[in-house]
């Protein structure tokens, strides 16, 4: 526990604190227009030794901060994890994130430097924010376009936050771009030549996965992730094992018509996996998922057709790039999506402006920028020369 200037800062080192710790988010952001709470459970995993592999490579601290009132008027919290590396880093560098604060810079300022003489301890020389202590697919980034509804997993808060970090002295290390579009609206004329070209060869095929034979679809989406995306990843290939695991966990949200796997002489090359934003639930449960909470997700499902759609997952096998197979799998989900489901609005989880490549794939379809997230970075060592992101 710690005393400053009118403040004191709580380290969280037992269960009561940890329950304060979500708390205090819920205290902050609670009149913060169109905030939707996380599940309190999706929070506590990430700092959950048990369900968190992270701990494995990694270590982390969290603090609260409340005014000489008694008021909770932040959080933070600062990660080690010797497996986050991004391509052409010159410098040890840490983590910190579930930052929240009032518009008050001194506290904010305490915060940072909290997290950073934290980091600095256990020799980093540079701090990347707010991220998360895990997968970037969650908790990652701060929003600074677009302040709508949040996707499940998805970062939220109030606009001020961005000038609390840019006046510490955080710079955008890469920006996080998401991408909607409106589900009836015709795809770009390109994306029909492209695929009519792909189908004209037997040898490709595209479909939805079979709930009942998951396993298989897991599989498959470890084959094509191990050529795809590892090297945005961890670098370590994921086992099939690890692939169903997710699967697992996705199938009883999981809408299986809008969740492709295009292949070539029956070997898959490429997916696209899509799910039903499941905030549009969640925002009715208050962070809860007890049993009462469970049956009345349940319920909403059955009795609230859900028209917003996700994209989490889009790629193809290095192979296969550029030659149509990506305007094949979407025109062939197409025609089910489009004309056969209840969606209307589709929003794609954010794609890093290092990956060109993925923003020109997305922007193809149609899609505008939505909103954007950024991810920042600061070195410690104030007269270094600072790099954003190297492009991909």
Same mark, same amino acid.
């Given at each position: 526990? @710690?005393?400053?200037?009118?403040?004191?800062?709580?380290?969280?080192?037992?269960?009561?604190? !940890?329950?304060? $710790?979500?708390?205090?988010?819920?205290?902050?952001?609670?009149?913060?227009?169109? /905030?939707?709470?996380?599940?309190?459970?999706?929070?506590?995993?990430?700092?959950?030794?048990?369900?968190? @592999?992270? $701990?494995?490579?990694?270590?982390?601290? *969290?603090?609260?901060?409340?005014?000489?009132?008694?008021? =909770?008027?932040?959080?933070?919290? !600062?990660?080690?994890?010797?497996?986050?590396?991004?391509? #052409?880093?010159?410098?040890?560098?840490?983590?910190? #994130?579930?930052?929240?604060?009032?518009?008050?810079?001194?506290?904010?300022?305490?915060?940072?430097?909290?997290?950073?003489?934290?980091?600095?301890?256990?020799?980093?020389?540079?701090?990347? #924010?707010?991220?998360?202590?895990?997968?970037?697919?969650?908790?990652?980034?701060?929003?600074?376009?677009? $302040?709508?509804?949040?996707?499940?997993?998805?970062?939220?808060?109030?606009?001020? &936050?961005? @000038?609390?970090?840019?006046?510490?002295?955080?710079?955008?290390?890469?920006?996080?771009?998401?991408?909607?579009?409106?589900?009836?609206?015709?795809?770009?004329?390109?994306? &029909?030549? *492209?695929?009519? !070209?792909?189908?004209?060869?037997? !040898?490709?095929?595209?479909?939805?996965?079979?709930?009942?034979?998951?396993?298989?679809?897991?599989?498959?989406?470890?084959?094509? &992730?191990?050529?795809?995306?590892?090297?945005?990843?961890?670098?370590?290939?994921?086992?099939?094992?690890?692939?169903?695991?997710?699967?697992?966990?996705?199938?009883?949200?999981?809408?299986?018509?809008?969740?492709?796997?295009?292949?070539?002489?029956?070997?898959?090359?490429?997916?696209?996996?899509?799910?039903?934003?499941?905030?549009?639930?969640?925002?009715?449960?208050?962070?809860?998922?007890?049993?009462?909470?469970?049956?009345? $997700?349940? /319920?909403?499902?059955?009795?609230?057709?859900?028209?917003?759609?996700?994209?989490?997952?889009?790629?193809?096998?290095?192979?296969?790039?550029?030659?149509?197979?990506?305007?094949?799998?979407?025109?062939?989900?197409?025609?089910?999506?489009?004309?056969?489901?209840? =969606?209307?609005?589709?929003?794609?989880?954010?794609? #890093?402006?290092?990956?060109?490549?993925?923003?020109?794939?997305?922007?193809?379809?149609?899609?505008?920028?939505?909103?954007?997230?950024?991810? =920042? *970075? =600061?070195?410690?060592?104030?007269? @270094?020369?600072?790099?954003?992101?190297?492009?991909?």
């Amino acid at each position: 526990m @710690k005393q400053t200037a009118g403040m004191e800062l709580i380290l969280v080192d037992n269960p009561q604190k !940890a329950k304060l $710790f979500i708390e205090v988010h819920a205290i902050i952001n609670k009149h913060t227009t169109n /905030w939707i709470r996380p599940l309190d459970k999706d929070i506590e995993q990430v700092f959950d030794p048990k369900k968190n @592999k992270t $701990f494995r490579s990694g270590e982390l601290a *969290r603090w609260i901060l409340k005014d000489n009132n008694g008021n =909770y008027i932040g959080r933070i919290a !600062a990660f080690v994890n010797k497996k986050y590396k991004t391509v #052409g880093d010159e410098q040890p560098t840490g983590g910190c #994130g579930f930052f929240d604060c009032i518009d008050n810079q001194e506290a904010a300022n305490l915060l940072f430097d909290t997290a950073k003489n934290w980091l600095a301890e256990r020799g980093m020389e540079a701090m990347d #924010g707010p991220i998360n202590f895990g997968e970037r697919d969650n908790w990652w980034g701060l929003v600074v376009e677009g $302040f709508h509804e949040p996707l499940y997993g998805m970062n939220f808060n109030p606009p001020y &936050y961005q @000038k609390l970090l840019e006046t510490y002295g955080f710079q955008p290390f890469f920006h996080q771009l998401c991408f909607s579009l409106n589900v009836r609206d015709r795809v770009m004329e390109k994306h &029909y030549t *492209r695929h009519d !070209a792909i189908a004209k060869d037997p !040898a490709y095929s595209a479909r939805y996965i079979d709930k009942s034979n998951l396993k298989k679809y897991a599989e498959d989406f470890a084959t094509i &992730y191990n050529q795809a995306w590892k090297q945005h990843g961890s670098g370590k290939d994921m086992a099939p094992a690890q692939a169903y695991l997710i699967f697992k966990k996705m199938k009883m949200v999981m809408d299986p018509k809008v969740v492709w796997f295009v292949y070539h002489n029956d070997v898959p090359i490429g997916c696209w996996l899509n799910l039903p934003e499941l905030n549009q639930y969640f925002k009715h449960l208050n962070g809860k998922f007890g049993l009462f909470q469970k049956l009345y $997700f349940l /319920w909403l499902k059955m009795t609230r057709p859900n028209k917003k759609l996700t994209g989490i997952v889009f790629g193809l096998i290095p192979e296969f790039q550029g030659k149509g197979v990506d305007s094949f799998m979407i025109m062939e989900g197409a025609k089910i999506i489009q004309h056969e489901l209840p =969606y209307t609005d589709y929003e794609m989880q954010w794609i #890093g402006d290092f990956n060109p490549k993925m923003v020109n794939v997305a922007a193809s379809l149609g899609g505008f920028v939505s909103r954007k997230l950024t991810t =920042y *970075r =600061y070195l410690f060592d104030r007269t @270094k020369e600072f790099h954003r992101h190297p492009t991909v």
